[in-house]
């Protein structure tokens, strides 16, 4: 594997790669699930990690402070769609479910979370007349997350038009019933307030004793947790953004732009994990 992968052209991404290589046990990595570990696909339920990422990530772990799963997916969803239980290397992992409201440690094997909203159940009632009411494109598609409800519009004839087309009445939808809308690559998403990547990434670099951070994301979601390592950067937290990049254009330039390393999607981020597994080898 070469280190060519672990090179930045920002100097907050050299500075960071520096600090996580010669300072390990306290370097933390935090990864997105859909588009990051896992190849984004048409069918939701069908997403599962890519075959090399928990291998990567069990040969990185054990050098490391510590490594978390950050995504929108309900936590035990992420565990099963990425195959994370019970891996040797990985006996300290972390998933952060639902933004952040969710946590399963793979010490424990349990799912912790907040309290339910009340909102989700109605909207989840509502959702099916409304989305006929509204005339959304046929082949849109509700997903059932349990603490929220999302609408995703990848396997309808045009998704980007059937995505801008759902944009405000969800918007309005989800105030209604107190929810917020948090949009994704072809899915908006109806869920709570009071948490995002960036809170929970930030939370968890405390809870960890961060020394430094690498955080890969792919998705205006990970947005907040790019801020997050901002903020923290300027306190002097060394840290490395990195953007999960693919060829279908669907990655928000934003993120492209604040990243200090782009890699070529799930293989690129694989090809990243054992780069540094190697050069801590
Ligand atoms: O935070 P993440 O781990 O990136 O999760 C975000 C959402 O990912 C899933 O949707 C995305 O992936 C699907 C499977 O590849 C794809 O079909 C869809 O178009 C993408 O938006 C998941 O279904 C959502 O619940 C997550 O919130």
């Not at 520096?18 to 935090?30: D, G, H, I, Y």
């Not at 990567?56 to 772990?61: E, F, G, V």
């Not at 909203?117 to 109605?122: E, F, L, M, P, T």
Request: net charge negative; proline share 7%.
């Amino acid at each position: 594997m070469s280190s060519h992968l672990l090179t930045s052209s920002t100097s907050d991404g050299k500075e960071g790669l520096a600090a996580f290589l010669a300072n390990p046990e306290r370097a933390v990595v935090a990864l997105d699930f859909d588009g990051t570990l896992a190849p984004i696909v048409p069918d939701p339920e069908s997403a599962r990690a890519h075959p090399g990422a928990v291998p990567a990530l069990a040969r990185l772990a054990p050098h490391l402070g510590a490594v978390a799963v950050i995504t929108g997916r309900p936590a035990g969803v992420a565990v099963r769609y990425g195959g994370f239980a019970g891996v040797p290397g990985l006996e300290r992992l972390v998933v952060l479910g639902h933004y952040g409201a969710e946590r399963w440690d793979a010490v424990s094997g349990e799912v912790k979370s907040a309290g339910d909203h009340s909102g989700v159940d109605a909207v989840r009632a509502e959702l099916p007349g409304f989305l006929d009411r509204i005339g959304a494109w046929r082949g849109t598609w509700i997903e059932d997350k349990g603490r929220a409800v999302a609408v995703h519009t990848r396997r309808t004839e045009n998704p980007e038009a059937a995505f801008e087309a759902l944009r405000d009445p969800l918007n309005e939808l989800a105030a209604s019933h107190g929810l917020i809308v948090e949009p994704g690559r072809l899915v908006l998403e109806l869920r709570p307030p009071g948490m995002d990547k960036g809170v929970a990434l930030a939370a968890y670099l405390r809870e960890a004793d961060a020394g430094s951070v690498l955080y890969a994301g792919d998705d205006l979601g990970d947005l907040a947790a790019f801020g997050a390592v901002e903020r923290l950067r300027g306190e002097g937290l060394p840290g490395v953004l990195v953007c999960s990049g693919t060829a279908s254009g669907e990655v928000p330039p934003e993120l492209v732009a604040r990243s200090d390393l782009v890699v070529d999607g799930p293989q690129g981020v694989v090809d990243l994990l054992n780069a540094l597994a190697d050069a801590l080898g």
